[in-house]
């Protein structure tokens, strides 16, 4: 559904021309979660898929070397007034560290990612792909590091 590789992913420039309705998203350093809950009464994930699978080549280069895991790429829409609003994908090696995060089902990823303190994160990097904007960045759970990636869908900003 969608390929990261295509994305020009680049740390932030305050000098890019990025429409002023996007840059609260794009840019925010909190969690996407609450945000889209304060915004939308009905907010919910709609799971995709969750399953083994081969990152794309932009996610290995961020991840580093995953030789010899099994890696789970979660797929989901982050759901406003019963529209997609985000999509997000987050390729998550399967460890003892990702356990807890591999079991959440239909629950915000965000929700636990923002409510663990031993949980960080590092810098976001934005991109852009036929007017579409995301962002990406890598959590650390414990010796794990994982990637989130999110597109936020024209539908996000009605």
Known sequence: ?????????????????????????????????????????????NVISQMENTPYGCEHKL??????????????????????????????????????LLAIGARPLGEILFDDPLIYRDPLEVGQHHGAWARRSTFVVGTTKLLVSEIFLETLYA
């Open 1 to 45: 559904m969608f390929n990261p590789d295509k994305f020009q992913w680049r740390t932030f420039n305050a000098s890019e021309d990025i429409p002023a309705h996007v840059l609260p998203w794009l840019l925010d350093n909190s969690s996407l979660t609450e945000k889209l809950k304060n915004k939308y009464s009905d907010f919910h994930v």
């Open 63 to 100: 991840l580093g070397n995953m030789e010899g895991e099994a890696i789970i790429v979660r797929e989901v829409e982050l759901m406003g007034k019963q529209k997609p609003v985000v999509f997000a994908r987050s390729v998550i090696p399967k460890t003892t560290d990702t356990k807890k």
